[in-house]
């Protein structure tokens, strides 16, 4: 009877240390597969947080230093032209009428809100926007360490600090005009945020705030439509299942994302109608190589070009298709491998694909024409990419020795250091339109467009013979384009080769009769040549073709003016300082025709 006794309470033991041993296999597989809650962020700021955010701040400003002292590029000309930016009631304009803003096919007013803020403060002092664009990165770098943190993945300020370094965010930063992604961004990220405090919470401010912060990100840049997809992922990542509550939940983003995104798209078909004609199949051909792209300069951030080159759309070629099947076939890896890897990986592939998914060419949208990739679309994309990539080997070197792991934090500093570097040099391209043309032409000398650019931004620094041969490399590539030959003319007119300058002016006038460059310069080339009476026919075409253009009004005034009739010279250049007040040369002009006509008691 004791034996038996014996036996049972030796069989108990052996059960009870089974159990306890499939209890710890299971809280192992769950580790993997379910991520811990997001934790309860302390509202006090410690010594480490303080000392995180001033090397977050440091290691920023010293990569990002030469934006500091950079000027103004290309599409910059957009809000530094718009008349509602400088006007002190432009900012009704630019709410509710924002086709005032010409070049703008898009209705983004947040945006142009800020630049108006600043031009009351600073002008157009270039210093100014550059910090505010730095100091707007450096925003949405604390709020993505902090977002990080409360998700729980392993190493996030090493996260932040990859995201405030890394090269490919250069263009956003940078480039003045890509405000749009760094507000966009900011206003997603503290959406998250907010969202997932009230998964947390269930407080229902902090939905509506998430909602509300959604919104005003849409009216920055609708890449922001993403968002609610994107906290789908969230809900997946956290619980392995999407439930209808999560749905029903996210409705109400799904609603206010739609109605943004499909009152932007109406706007920009307005402004600028477009259509590709690429075929579904191309799309999809063209999509999974921009992923692939994407991807490839996120982990090598080398020879980062503002254009990138076209690359050939073939349908019938097998190897394009790799692309597709590669493509698909990681996203099946990843989550047939779920239980053994977690769902993290997964989770950030798809976060990085929905994100770019707006500019990925299925739908047509404006700067397909120039390239089908652009570093700045993956401002936001990026971070599914670094978390997963460097929460695995922050998990992974946890469980080194001590030895290995001071070694790993070496590698990450060494790491850091190098993408620091490569964004200080990337940054310097944005110093002029020179140094900034230049560089596009370097990496893509075919680039739609730059060697025009060039030779304009070589125009307003005077250098005429180089802008001349810029202009001609450009109309080689372009010799059927009416404002290719009007700024040859218009170079050699600046060059003092007034003979020469005629032949081009005028093709460019026989290929586009309405075109504003060559009526504008074949007019200042009439009365150059003392020619008034042709040159007025010129400038009052060019008034028909461009009435709000101050520089018409003023042609026809100083032609009228020279063709002894000033009293008609007096009312046009009136029209030509109404609209544009700023111009000293129309009001100098202006002053001395008044003086006249007093003179002779008019």
């Not at 302390?42 to 000027?71: C, E, H, K, Q």
């Not at 006038?509 to 020619?531: F, G």
């Not at 400038?539 to 028909?544: A, G, I, Q, W």
């Not at 032609?559 to 100098?588: Q, W």
């Amino acid at each position: 009877m004791n034996a038996r006794r014996g036996t049972r309470s030796s069989n108990s033991r052996q059960n009870r240390r089974a159990a306890r041993r499939e209890r710890r296999r299971a809280d192992r597989k769950n580790a993997k597969t379910r991520p811990h809650q997001p934790r309860r962020e302390s509202r006090t700021l410690t010594r480490w947080d303080a000392l995180g955010i001033l090397a977050l701040g440091l290691l920023l400003v010293g990569s990002y230093f030469p934006a500091f002292f950079a000027g103004f590029v290309w599409d910059d000309r957009v809000f530094t032209e718009a008349r509602a930016v400088r006007d002190i009631d432009g900012l009704w304009r630019i709410y509710f009428s924002p086709a005032e803003i010409e070049n703008e096919a898009h209705y983004w007013p947040l945006v142009y809100t800020t630049f108006w803020l600043e031009h009351k403060l600073w002008g157009y002092a270039p210093t100014g926007y550059h910090i505010v664009n730095v100091l707007l990165h450096l925003i949405n770098t604390l709020l993505l360490w902090r977002l990080v943190a409360r998700l729980t993945v392993p190493g996030a300020w090493i996260v932040a600090a990859v995201f405030a370094v890394h090269p490919l965010h250069v263009e956003s930063v940078a480039w003045v005009i890509e405000r749009k992604d760094l507000l966009s961004a900011l206003f997603y990220l503290a959406a998250f945020s907010a969202y997932i405090r009230f998964v947390a919470e269930r407080r229902p401010g902090r939905y509506f705030l998430a909602l509300f912060l959604f919104a005003l990100g849409m009216l920055c840049k609708s890449i922001a439509v993403t968002l609610p997809a994107a906290l789908l992922i969230y809900h997946w990542w956290q619980h392995g299942r999407m439930t209808g509550a999560d749905l029903l939940r996210l409705v109400p983003f799904f609603a206010v994302g739609l109605i943004a995104a499909v009152a932007d798209v109406a706007f920009s078909i307005s402004r600028e109608p477009l259509a590709l004609g690429y075929s579904m199949a191309e799309r999809v051909l063209i999509a999974a190589h921009a992923l692939w792209f994407y991807a490839g300069k996120l982990l090598w951030p080398a020879n980062l070009a503002v254009i990138y080159p076209h690359w050939e759309v073939n349908v019938a070629d097998p190897l394009a298709w790799g692309y597709v099947i590669t493509a698909f076939a990681g996203v099946a890896a990843l989550y047939r491998f779920r239980h053994r890897i977690g769902r993290g990986p997964l989770a950030g592939a798809l976060f990085f694909a929905v994100t770019l998914s707006p500019v990925l060419g299925f739908v047509d949208f404006g700067y397909m024409q120039f390239s089908f990739v652009a570093d700045r679309y993956q401002y936001l994309a990026g971070i599914g990419v670094m978390a997963v990539l460097v929460g695995a080997a922050t998990h992974s070197a946890g469980r080194w020795p001590k030895g290995w792991q001071k070694g790993a934090a070496c590698a990450a500093a060494a790491i850091l250091i190098v993408l620091g570097t490569l964004t200080w040099r990337q940054a310097g391209i944005y110093r002029d339109g020179v140094t900034f043309f230049s560089h596009i032409i370097a990496h893509n000398p075919t680039a739609r467009e730059a060697h025009r650019n060039l030779g304009e931004a070589l125009t307003k620094q005077k250098r005429w013979e180089e802008a001349l041969a810029a202009f001609r490399i450009a109309l080689k590539q372009a010799p059927n384009d009416a404002r290719e030959h009007s700024n040859v003319g218009a170079a050699l007119i600046k060059l003092d080769r007034i003979d020469e300058a005629e032949g081009p002016l005028s093709r460019a006038l026989a290929l586009d009769p309405r075109s504003v460059y060559a009526l504008q310069n074949l007019a200042a080339l009439q009365v150059m040549r003392q020619r008034y009476g042709e040159a007025l026919d010129l400038y009052r075409r060019l008034v028909e073709v461009s009435p709000r253009n101050p520089s018409a009004h003023h042609g026809v005034g100083t032609a009228l003016y020279f063709l002894g009739r000033p009293d008609e010279s007096l009312n046009a250049l009136e029209r030509a300082l109404t609209l544009d007040p700023m111009r000293e040369d129309i009001r100098t002009n202006r002053d001395e025709v008044r003086e006249i006509l007093r003179q002779r008691g008019q």
